[in-house]
């Protein structure tokens, strides 16, 4: 990617010091933190909202932000577009005309404006004003605006924050159209691990005010303490069929049952199950209502905090959690052959489109 992202900056946000270092390559990066860690503030920084303390921002071989050399570009200079939580709709103007509001004149491109609007489906929505839209509606004509400048970077504030979970899944699936199709090297805020797995390719966390990675979520996962972020696996699967209320899924060399009837045979989806719901046996199962039981073996134990994450390979690897003295009266090892087993209402799934 020739539009790689640099950051060596530090950020005064209150009586704190927030000191953010890392390189960004990747296509997608999620930034993961709690709420008021500063993730905001770093995005704000980014684009110009926010002044550094020190240090220097580069997008490829363009400086944005140098504190040695007293560089600082504005906002509007950095080609950087940015998706707020509230989407800030101009709420006087129609969906076409905020959408036109982030071209650059000097270079509106019609041709590209059509395929924006058709890849977020907004043709419908275009004489509407922004107060007769839903919340999703919004976000993504707020999406639309952002993409419209062509900016070499898409900042996205927390932009489902608002957004019932419903509502967030059916949203996600155009995010990942934007990182596909536009090829528009995108950085995600988020509080919600699984929001930012759905669609990023590395992780950044931003804790004790000090930025970690990029790595991967499993990485990132393991090195942080229970409760700071939320454990999950999450796959990619095809449906093979509907059949007595529930859905079989393909999903690498299984094939899984999940609850989730609301997809058509062909279609695409990313399941999604917690670690927590995920069972463990080494011994006979007998008869039971469970309906995914899947042989693995045993890659890995990670201690967890009071508890173990377990690495199965069942092709594809699948994370359990279980209590450390259930791994010690299981003992579990590498190598150790298992059940694990899976309630169908535990294996969730969102659509891709």
């Known amino acids: 990617m020739n539009a790689s992202l640099h950051l060596d900056i530090e950020i005064i946000r209150g009586d704190r010091i927030i000191v953010a270092t890392a390189q960004l390559d990747e296509l997608s990066t999620g ?4 709420s008021g860690s500063g993730k905001t503030s770093l995005l704000h920084a980014i684009a110009g909202l926010v002044k ?3 240090g220097r921002i580069q997008i490829g071989n363009d400086v944005l932000f140098d504190s040695d050399h007293g560089i600082n570009l504005p906002a509007a200079e950095r080609r950087v577009g940015v998706v707020f939580q509230d989407g800030r709709l101009f709420p006087h103007w129609s969906v076409s005309r905020n959408i036109t509001a982030g ?6 491109d019609s041709g590209f404006e059509k ?3 058709e890849l977020l489906e907004l043709a419908d929505l275009l004489d509407r004003k922004p107060d007769t839209l839903s919340g999703g509606e919004q976000q993504r004509v707020a999406l639309a605006r952002a993409i419209i400048m062509r900016p070499r970077w898409l900042l996205l504030d927390e932009p489902l924050s608002a957004i019932d979970s419903r509502l967030k899944n059916r949203i996600l699936p155009f995010l990942r159209k934007v990182r596909d199709h536009c090829e528009i090297p995108i950085l995600h805020v988020s509080h919600d691990a699984f929001e930012l797995m759905a669609i990023s390719d590395v992780m950044l966390h931003l804790a004790g005010d000090h930025l970690t990675g990029p790595t991967s979520y499993r990485d990132l996962l393991l090195n942080t303490s229970p409760g700071e972020i939320d454990a999950m696996n999450l796959l990619p699967a095809r449906v093979h069929r509907i059949e007595g209320g529930e859905c079989h899924l393909a999903c690498g060399e299984l094939e899984l049952l999940s609850a989730a009837v609301d997809h058509q045979p ?4 990313t399941v999604r199950i917690a670690p927590s719901e995920i069972a463990i046996s080494t011994g006979e199962l007998g008869d039971i209502s469970i ?3 899947i042989r693995g073996s ?3 134990v990670h201690p967890w905090g009071d508890s173990c994450l377990v690495e199965i390979d069942s092709k594809p690897v699948l994370l359990a959690q279980c209590t450390t003295e259930s ?3 299981l003992k579990l090892e590498a190598g150790c052959e298992v059940t694990i087993l899976i309630k169908a209402s535990a294996v969730h799934t969102i659509a891709d489109r």
Not at 103 to 108: D, P
Not at 266 to 269: E, R, S
């Open 52 to 54: 550094p303390r020190r």
């Open 266 to 269: 062909g279609d695409l989806v």
């Open 298 to 300: 045993v890659k890995q």
């Open 115 to 117: 395929e924006i609007i």
């Open 291 to 293: 309906r995914n039981r």
């Open 103 to 108: 071209a650059v004149s000097s270079s509106h």
């Open 31 to 34: 930034l993961l933190g709690p």
């Open 327 to 329: 791994c010690r009266t």
